[in-house]
């Protein structure tokens, strides 16, 4: 490694004379690459259904856009989504939706992901494509967001979105292209690169219109030559494209581990190669790339290498996404006799994973299936303990130390595992390739780094939890001060309408009082309006009591023709009628009005639970004719038999509820809803 | 002179020494993270109210004036494993009294069934239940904290508490043992 940070054209030099860097560790492992790259892809018959998880890349699943018993044309997007980390699916061929639902997911756990199952109709027809022939005039957003569109995610391995690297913000001095495939077993890209070599070079052309990095190197491993040749020929009348091979030593194709080999630059713990100026794409992503733009087919298929010591025909496919592992088995002529027990191994040797179900998809990230007979895996539960020879130390291609991240994570140490960096742990395997003991020390890491995880999203939700529970109780504070406040209001209302019911009072006696005095003048034969002398609200109040007692008389013996009773309280002409009408039947007339108010007052009585106090009010002020009164009677009336029925109701649904505790009912609410109301 | 000078000169330093760290004292104090906070920090937040508390700050607030720590059934053996850490003692096993520990479960409304009456909404700690009067009710699975607060009121009995599901982001990567290993052999 240089002291003294070299410049841009100076690493590019040094490419050029053919000098690379190194990275640490490392290890040579046997290749077995000739197995299946000795012919050409080959393409598959088309599988009886195909099962297309809804999200087959690092970020968030778009929103499905089919139903069941949908037609769908080959390319066909399936979901759709605005969120930046949201790559879609397509129609892998033409058909039928037959079902959605969990499928089981291409995951070393074996557990069920969303999934859209396709029925082929064996017709295979595209939908209308839309290529971007055009792309160096257009708008580079608009190729970015094409390249989006046709759910192109990294396919070396990761599945990272490529429209997120395509928009790096940051300038870039590499570009760089990894061909690298330093896994034992696999050789989908090395065959691509054989046969596309053309077609990856136009996608390269497509990420360098969008990128303009200074440079691009494009980086094969020196035990792939006719790649390397292809790659030559395609990029030789490009000045600034550099075919670039590089030792064969695993895992070269890591990330991190090729930009080092490259240009000398350590990417960053927790950083990405753009933070030493890099951006690195797989060959297939470019000719994913090179298809979107050019012919404007999104990704359906992709190159699988079918390998291992229990097939019979190791070669490499074009496998449709979502075709199923066993279809793809049987075309490659599986012997399960080479097998101690059936296993299938998705992904390389060094990093891939066991499936669980002969049904698992081909995903956008699957290059390899590996079938290993017998005499190619390791014994089951061979595991010893520990000898601290520190073999993985010297093997780890990120300078950990295995042994301690081993001790930690075994011992679910998970804070002391962090503080090793145990999440700069590439899992690429070399140190369990190592290991004399056969520990499987990857699989640690990874339960120590799952569980990491999950502890921080719990703190997350607690926090979260705790935030909620903060603002709802600040919340029901608030409603409980509000509820305060307006009962405080209400208790004032009530006082002051105490006051003004004592002034009330106060003038119903003084009425009486004037009353009395009227009759006492009456009967002396004094005719002499009272009613001045009155405060005004005795003398309204005199005129309420008067005129209803005139209106009973009325109705109850029509004596006096000219006694037509004005509705409005307002006029007060009594005294005038007064000096028509002889004493006695003033006296007679008044004592009929008197038993009428008592009648009123009693059936009032009888209604004064129900009515409102407006009605009481107005009652007051004597604003209602007869009618009115009537109606507000009949009103009361029916709220009565209305609430006493719902009383029954609820009554009766209580004693149900008594009987039959275990199963109550919807009637609990009404009963509720009437209390309440 | 000369054998007062040494104990003046030394008094005076003392004294010197002495305001500087009293004044750094008071200007420079840092303000620690009061016990309670940190002990509900530990707490799994749940606000289920297991420890017999109206939630878990108040269960903080008893455990920083002396209660016992294993009155936490959410959180379990190793909530209460980092109390003891934090306040010094032994750690002891959950106090069964107040329920036992449980696989990580949130409430889940049978929507058909559930009528409307808002007395689910009302129990919610964690306003985790949407809906509104005579309206269907349903849970925000992501914000449930599994406290059990809202199966009692149910009048018509249609909440269920299931286990959380493992999906493909939070398995654990615990795998049967004959699949565990990189199966690669050096084959010579």
Known sequence: MAITPLSVEDIFDRLKRGKRWDFPGGVHPAEHKTLSNQSEIARVKLADKLYIPLKQHIGVEGELQVSVGQKVLKGQPLTHSAHPFAVPVHASTSGTVVDIAPQVAAHPSGLSELSVVIEPDGIDQWIDLKPLSNYQEMDKAQVVEAICDAGISGLGGAGFPSHIKAQPGKNVEFLVINGVECEPYITSDDRLMREHAWQIRQGIDVLVHLLAPRHVIIAVEDNKPEALDALSVACRDASNYLVCDVATKYPAGGEKQLVQVLTGREVPGQGLPIDVGVIMYNVGTCFAIADAIFSGKPLVERVVTLTGGALNKPHNVWAPLGTPVEHLLSVAEYQPGKQASPRVIMGGPMMGFTVTDARVPVVKITNCLLVPSVDEVRNDNAEQPCIRCSACADACPASLLPQQLYWHSKAAELDKAQDYNLFDCIECGACAYVCPSEIPLVQYYRQAKADIRNQRDEKDKAERAKRRFEARKARLEAEQQAREEKHRKAAEARKQAMQNKDTDKSARVSDAIARAKAKKQQTENVTEPVAETQPKNAAVAAAIARAKAKRAAQTDAEKKPEATVQPSPAHNHESDNDDAESAAQRKQRQIAAAVARAKAKKQQGQDVNKTTPAQHKSDEAGNNEQQSEQDIQRQAESKQQRIAAAVARAKAKKANRQQAQNTSDSDDVTEEKNSQS | ?188
């Open chain 2, 1 to 188: 002179m000369d054998v007062l000078s040494a104990p003046l000169a030394i008094g005076l330093l003392a004294l010197a020494f002495g305001a500087i760290l009293g004044f750094a004292a008071v200007r420079f104090k840092v303000q620690a993270d009061p016990l309670v906070n940190q002990i509900d920090d530990i707490l799994p937040q749940t606000q289920c109210g297991q420890c017999g508390y109206p939630g878990c700050r108040p269960y903080a607030q008893a455990i920083a004036d002396g209660d016992e720590i294993n009155k936490c059934p959410p959180g379990g053996e190793a909530t209460i494993k980092k109390l003891a850490d934090l306040m010094g003692v032994e750690p002891k096993p959950l106090d069964a009294a107040h329920g036992e520990e449980d696989v990580k479960k949130v409430a889940f409304i049978r929507e058909d069934e559930c009528i409307g009456c808002t007395k689910c909404i009302q129990a919610c700690p964690v306003d985790a239940i949407l809906g509104a009067a005579k309206h269907m009710h349903t849970v925000m699975a992501d914000e449930c904290t599994g406290c059990d607060l809202c199966v009692e009121p149910c009048p018509v009995d249609c909440i269920d508490m299931v286990p959380v599901t493992t999906t493909t982001a939070s398995w654990r990567w615990r795998l049967q043992d004959h699949l565990q290993q990189i199966p690669v052999k050096q084959v010579s």
